[in-house]
């Protein structure tokens, strides 16, 4: 059986730091400091320089790996400002958005495993259902914390809290997304 090619260099490593920046998101969401709020920031950069090697990418997937890194760096963008929105907006950090923020990361982990698995197709198609298992109950959360912020006592807060959890599910959409892409990618290479 012939070897696979593995994924392009830059895709996986905007993918690292996407699960570098979503680390510190779920770090921000346990514990909301400014030093926390700047790692994520200083992480969002990076995978925004990340992205820009990516484009370079040649080859007959080019347009698919370039899906890919469109869909990390939405991911990433999205978790970023989640975390900027809460600092700016000193929204509420309660336990439903730290949960969420923790799927999120575990979801980006799992989808830059699969990134480094593309020539075990068995190994990488398990990560990738892995990951989107974990960005579906990221939304899955999602819908529960919008209809608590429904209820909450303090109309304000609640609102807060409904737009902050909005920007964590986009961002599992997205890593889902990247995820479908990479089945994909996977599809035409087996």
């Not at 698919?64 to 990390?72: E, G, N, P, Q, T």
């Not at 197709?121 to 579906?136: D, G, I, N, T, V």
């Amino acid at each position: 059986m012939p070897r696979r090619s593995p994924s392009p260099k830059p895709v996986l490593g905007q993918s690292q730091g996407v699960v570098t920046l979503t680390t510190g998101a779920a770090r921000f969401f346990r514990d909301p400091s400014t030093a926390n709020a700047f790692a994520a920031y200083e992480a969002k950069l990076e995978v925004r320089r990340l992205r820009a090697s990516a484009r370079g990418v040649t080859g007959p997937e080019r347009e698919d790996w370039l899906a890919v890194s469109r869909f990390s760096a939405l991911s990433s963008d999205e978790a970023a400002w989640a975390v900027e929105e809460t600092a700016r907006f000193k929204a509420d950090c309660d336990e439903s958005l730290a949960v969420m923020s923790a799927g999120l990361r575990d979801a980006a982990v799992d989808l830059a495993a699969a990134l480094g698995k593309l020539s075990d197709p068995a190994a990488c198609q398990s990560l990738l259902a892995a990951a989107k298992a974990r960005a579906l109950d990221v939304e899955r959360l999602h819908r529960k914390a919008r209809s608590a912020a429904h209820e909450s006592a303090n109309v304000v807060s609640g609102l807060k809290s409904k737009e902050v959890a909005k920007r964590l599910s986009q961002a599992a959409e997205a890593l889902q997304q990247a995820a479908d892409r990479i089945a994909e990618i996977l599809g035409v290479r087996a």
